[in-house]
Every structure is written in structure tokens, then in C-alpha cells.
């Protein structure tokens, strides 16, 4: 159980270095894409600041029911 998570916490820091090295590249070589980036956090604040604390059908949900086709539990 420790190995697993030791893994699991090294590969979130390993991934999270390579988008964010990938993301410095893109802004360095492409000004425009600051943009983007930027509208995609004032949508997500917009989003988090009208979202209700609604409960989520897990059944509604394409990421688990693609997740349970993948792996039957």
C-alpha cells in the first residue's frame, strides 16, 4: 500500500512537471494562446461561481460509465 502510493504521488509530480514545462513552451512560442489560457480560467471561475452545491448522478456521468466499461468492478 505505501509502494502504490509513493508511485502514485511521484507520477502526479512527474506529470504535473511536464505540463507544466509543455504549457512555458507554448506561451514562449506562441503569445497568442495566453488568450486562450485565460479565457478557459475566467469560464471555469464563471462555472464554479454559479454551480449550486447540486448532487451529481454518478449514472448521468460519461467518464464513469467509460471508466466501468474499462474496468468491470
Wanted: charged share 15%; net charge positive; hydrophobic share 60%.
Amino acid at each position: 500500500q505505501h509502494r502504490v502510493l509513493f508511485y502514485g504521488v511521484l507520477g502526479a509530480l512527474i506529470f504535473r512537471s511536464i505540463f507544466i514545462a509543455a504549457g512555458s513552451v507554448l506561451i514562449a512560442s506562441f503569445a497568442w494562446i495566453l488568450y486562450i489560457f485565460g479565457a478557459f480560467l475566467v469560464a471555469t471561475g464563471i462555472r464554479m461561481a454559479l454551480h449550486r452545491n447540486e448532487t451529481i448522478d454518478p449514472e448521468r456521468s460519461l467518464v464513469l460509465r467509460l471508466f466501468r466499461r474499462l474496468i468491470p468492478v
